[in-house]
């Protein structure tokens, strides 16, 4: 099994994923409440008129650096409930209050630094910025970046955070050598050049990270076991040859 055939697995298993999603629209048309999309993972794309959710994204990839989504999405709606998603009215806001509001998404002051360079950024960013562009500036990491081109911009980009890394790596698909841009490159290969394709992607191996795939994995409760390198390890037992 390659990784579309897992990927297929787990869609039929988990089905539509819904990201990415934006806590400013929990219970509206379409999103849960949570504010995840009813169906499957769709950018946003650069030509689409929604700018505030494209900001909303690339705010809420920030936030959620090494945490917790539960606690940047909880900062993404006081963000949304104080009229801050928006550049202009985050470079007004104070930045002691700013990282006040943030504070449930952890290292706030840092976050709203960068969320404060990123707003000052983000008109000529969101026209026509690059990955290169958004690594240049401080607070964005391949990540980051990856998250915004794929789900704000609708760019083809895979993201290879560490749930996506540990899943690939103990199927056997990467070595555990691969950091993060060795990994986005072999699936950015392996699967189809396609936004939408990816996004859903990324997000159900995130899913499958949480449900079966965790840091102590769940190997019995896999529904690809049958073509993970690691489980099939586990099972014959290291080869003799
Ligand atoms: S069999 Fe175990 S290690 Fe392999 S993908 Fe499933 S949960 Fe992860």
């Known amino acids: ?45 650069r030509l689409s008129k929604d700018k505030a959710a494209r900001f909303e994204i690339a705010a809420g990839a920030v936030l959620a650096q090494n945490t917790a989504w539960r606690g940047a999405s909880a900062a993404v709606a006081t ?13 007004a806001c104070p930045q002691e209050q700013l ?14 630094l960068y969320l404060k360079t990123l707003s000052a950024n983000w008109e000529a960013l969101d026209k026509s910025g690059t990955r290169e562009e958004l690594l240049a500036l401080s607070g ?33 698909f990467v070595p555990d050598s691969f950091g993060y841009e060795a990994t986005r490159a072999w699936a950015e290969k392996a ?13 159900l191996l995130v899913e499958h990270a949480k449900r079966s795939c965790t840091a102590k994995p769940r190997c019995d409760h896999c529904v690809v076991s049958s073509s993970c390198g690691l489980c099939n390890k586990m099972v014959t037992g290291p080869s003799l040859m």
């Open 1 to 45: 099994m390659d990784l579309r055939a897992v990927l297929s697995v787990l869609e039929t298993e988990y089905g539509p994923v819904g990201w990415w999603p934006l806590p400013s629209r929990a219970g509206t048309e379409g999103r849960n409440a949570n504010g995840y999309r009813n169906g499957p993972s769709l950018p946003i794309g």
């Open 99 to 112: 990282s006040e509001l943030i504070a449930q998404a952890g290292t706030y002051r840092r976050k709203a």
């Open 191 to 203: 699967l189809p050049k396609d936004p939408n394709y990816l996004a859903e992607a990324h997000a």
């Open 79 to 91: 963000l949304a409930r104080n009229g801050l998603l928006d550049p202009q009215a985050m470079l």
């Open 140 to 172: 964005i990491g391949p990540e980051t970046a990856d998250c915004i081109l794929c789900y704000a911009w609708a760019e083809s980009n895979f993201v290879a955070d560490a749930y996506a890394r540990r899943i690939v790596s103990r199927m056997g």
